[in-house]
């Protein structure tokens, strides 16, 4: 019976670890898109992350938690957040970035990357999934 009673609180032990895990996993996950938001202005990370697969991103870049996005015509855009350049020499804020999303060739004549006509809120939503990539 004691056994009985150790394996039963052991196993309540456990459960009740896993589940702190899993609260402190999401709570850090929210902090970081918080982050991200606040960063852009009120950019939805995960409007961005489902816009980056519309946009077809993945067709030329590596990007963690997009599906299929592992090309290399572009940069990787892993740490992105994190860099402290993003295109052509352009300091990695969040404006910038939104203004390399949008009009690329028209910040440096000689990138690859083609103008996709995506707009300013899209832009935004698409910078803020991209600074949760610490």
Known sequence: MTRLIASIVLIIV???????????????????????????????????????????CASCHTIPG?????????????????????????????????QWIQHARDLDNHAAMPNLHINQKDARDIAAYLYTLK
């Open 14 to 56: 456990i459960v009740c670890a896993v589940a702190i895990a899993i609260g402190a996993s999401y709570d850090h996950q929210q902090s970081i898109e918080d982050y991200a938001a606040a960063q852009t202005g009120g950019g939805n990370p995960r409007t961005g992350r489902e816009l980056i697969s519309l946009y077809g």
């Open 66 to 98: 997009i599906h299929g996005a592992d090309a290399h015509v572009g940069p990787p855009l892993d740490h992105i957040a994190i860099r402290s350049y993003i295109g052509v020499g352009l300091r990695n804020n969040p404006q910038n970035m939104m």
